[in-house]
């Protein structure tokens, strides 16, 4: 074989290749050995078919197929092994020329990682405003604990905004029951727009026992098509009505929901809390601000196999987070009314974002020799061990027999790249 050419234009490379007759042959009599085998001629055993009467027969041409499909992945290997070249995708392949006793051309078109012009990355000036604890900001979350630990009181008033609830309910539509409308001792908050819209705020104001008609329209977008738009009627009853029952803030409240003595101590801790929460926001802010910037400030052409891929991770990584919610994807596409092509499209943006800061980063990983060391990626691998609920050593015997080590050193070396423009920035 030989590399009769090679050129590229943007991230596609083409690579030219010679076969020689010698090597053409090789791949007729492979073609032939398989086709002779899937031929009935009379006089003749299965598979012993002379080649030359078969070619007689049925013309040479019969066998260029299957012998291209024989000499292909030798042909490509050997380009790649004179290029040095790293595909990300399958190649385009078209015969140029193929025929017996003659030298025979193939052209491959390689799809590679695609060049990235940097732009200035260094000490990037970005503005992120940073963020205010304020005295507000502590009652809030001062609020938010004794709204946690409220307790919820058995009431014989009416209903309230708020109130937690037990009903049945028996609904219909056009008189006529539907799947889902009916059940007993439901629990419901008043106020959480959990239910069909209009139908909690009918049952604020009444009273235990009091036998409640509720009417509502189902959305146009409901995820039971049958119903969408219809007009249903609820009969409901209330059996049960709990309100919150706030603690008073004092010092025993204090004591009950921390680890301090005084109400003024739980203030200045959750202060402290808040500023720590804050500072990380703030620091989040700025790396991703830094970022954006590096890659706004950075040229190149992302392969469209790159997004595509990068969207079905993400494709996945939804589904693998809907499944640990107890959901599975096609009900989730069922409720929103979104077909998995919709949801793909809806992803691809992200998707490019992210295929473009990768490419970006590991550019500038390459070009400022930044690597992770064996400490670092000890470090790494204990802390995916304790994320997985694992022992280390064990999670390390799988990092080895999966070849995982490579994979885990470039994600530390990625993450120190990021660290490395955002200390850059603030210098």
Same mark, same amino acid.
Request: glycine residues 4%; charged residues 30%.
């Given at each position: 074989?030989?590399?009769?050419?090679?050129?590229?234009?943007?991230?596609?490379?083409?690579?030219?290749?010679?076969?020689?007759?010698?090597?053409?042959?090789?791949?007729?009599?492979?073609?032939?050995?398989?086709?002779?085998?899937?031929?009935?001629?009379?006089?003749?055993?299965?598979?012993?078919?002379?080649?030359?009467?078969?070619?007689?027969?049925?013309?040479?041409?019969?066998?260029?197929?299957?012998?291209?499909?024989?000499?292909?992945?030798?042909?490509?290997?050997?380009?790649?092994?004179?290029?040095?070249?790293?595909?990300?995708?399958?190649?385009?392949?078209?015969?140029?020329?193929?025929?017996?006793?003659?030298?025979?051309?193939?052209?491959?078109?390689?799809?590679?990682?695609?060049?990235?012009?940097?732009?200035?990355?260094?000490?990037?000036?970005?503005?992120?405003?940073?963020?205010?604890?304020?005295?507000?900001?502590?009652?809030?979350?001062?609020?938010?604990?004794?709204?946690?630990?409220?307790?919820?009181?058995?009431?014989?008033?009416?209903?309230?905004?708020?109130?937690?609830?037990?009903?049945?309910?028996?609904?219909?539509?056009?008189?006529?029951?539907?799947?889902?409308?009916?059940?007993?001792?439901?629990?419901?908050?008043?106020? &959480?727009?959990?239910?069909?819209? %209009?139908?909690?705020?009918?049952?604020?104001?009444?009273?235990?026992?009091?036998?409640?008609?509720?009417?509502?329209?189902?959305?146009?977008?409901?995820?039971?098509?049958?119903?969408? &738009?219809?007009?249903?009627?609820?009969?409901?009853?209330?059996?049960?009505?709990?309100?919150?029952?706030?603690?008073?803030?004092?010092?025993?409240?204090?004591?009950?929901?921390?680890?301090?003595?005084?109400?003024?101590?739980?203030?200045?801790?959750?202060?402290?809390?808040?500023?720590?929460?804050?500072?990380?926001?703030?620091?989040?802010?700025?790396?991703?601000?830094?970022?954006?910037?590096?890659?706004?400030?950075?040229?190149?052409?992302?392969?469209? #196999?790159? #997004?595509?891929?990068?969207?079905?991770?993400?494709?996945?990584?939804?589904?693998? &987070?809907?499944?640990?919610? %107890?959901?599975?994807?096609?009900?989730?596409?069922?409720?929103?009314?979104?077909?998995?092509?919709?949801?793909?499209?809806?992803?691809?943006?992200?998707?490019?974002?992210?295929?473009?800061?990768?490419?970006?980063?590991?550019?500038?990983?390459?070009?400022?020799?930044?690597?992770?060391?064996?400490?670092?990626?000890?470090?790494?691998?204990?802390?995916?061990?304790?994320?997985?609920?694992?022992?280390?050593?064990?999670?390390?015997?799988?990092?080895?027999?999966?070849?995982?080590?490579?994979?885990?050193?470039?994600?530390?070396?990625?993450?120190?790249? #990021?660290?490395?423009?955002?200390?850059?920035?603030?210098?």
């Amino acid at each position: 074989m030989e590399l009769k050419s090679q050129s590229k234009e943007r991230y596609y490379v083409t690579l030219n290749v010679l076969l020689s007759h010698e090597e053409v042959e090789q791949g007729l009599e492979k073609s032939y050995r398989k086709a002779v085998k899937q031929i009935n001629v009379p006089g003749f055993r299965k598979g012993k078919f002379p080649r030359p009467m078969l070619e007689a027969r049925y013309g040479v041409e019969m066998l260029y197929d299957d012998a291209v499909d024989a000499l292909l992945p030798e042909a490509y290997e050997f380009v790649l092994k004179e290029t040095n070249l790293d595909p990300i995708d399958r190649p385009e392949v078209d015969v140029v020329t193929f025929a017996k006793g003659q030298t025979a051309e193939i052209k491959f078109v390689v799809t590679v990682t695609p060049e990235v012009i940097l732009g200035e990355y260094k000490g990037i000036q970005v503005e992120v405003k940073q963020t205010e604890v304020t005295e507000t900001a502590v009652e809030a979350e001062l609020k938010r604990l004794q709204e946690e630990h409220a307790r919820l009181v058995p009431v014989e008033a009416a209903a309230q905004n708020g109130d937690f609830i037990k009903l049945d309910f028996d609904g219909s539509v056009d008189g006529v029951p539907f799947d889902g409308g009916k059940a007993e001792n439901y629990e419901l908050e008043l106020g &959480s727009n959990s239910f069909i819209p %209009g139908f909690e705020g009918q049952l604020i104001g009444k009273n235990l026992n009091e036998e409640v008609t509720v009417n509502v329209t189902f959305p146009e977008s409901y995820h039971a098509a049958e119903l969408a &738009s219809k007009d249903a009627v609820f009969l409901c009853k209330i059996n049960e009505i709990h309100r919150k029952e706030m603690l008073p803030l004092d010092d025993d409240f204090a004591k009950d929901v921390s680890d301090v003595e005084t109400l003024a101590e739980l203030k200045l801790q959750l202060e402290n809390t808040l500023k720590g929460t804050a500072a990380l926001q703030d620091k989040e802010a700025k790396r991703e601000a830094v970022l954006n910037q590096v890659v706004a400030n950075a040229q190149l052409e992302i392969p469209e #196999i790159l #997004i595509t891929r990068q969207t079905e991770q993400m494709m996945h990584n939804f589904e693998n &987070s809907l499944m640990r919610q %107890g959901l599975k994807l096609a009900d989730y596409q069922k409720i929103l009314g979104k077909t998995a092509e919709r949801m793909k499209e809806d992803f691809k943006p992200q998707a490019e974002k992210a295929v473009r800061q990768t490419l970006v980063i590991d550019e500038i990983t390459k070009l400022e020799n930044i690597v992770a060391t064996e400490e670092e990626v000890e470090k790494q691998v204990a802390e995916m061990a304790k994320a997985y609920q694992m022992e280390a050593d064990a999670f390390q015997k799988i990092v080895d027999e999966q070849g995982m080590h490579h994979e885990i050193a470039a994600e530390v070396a990625y993450k120190k790249t #990021i660290e490395f423009l955002t200390v850059a920035a603030a210098e």
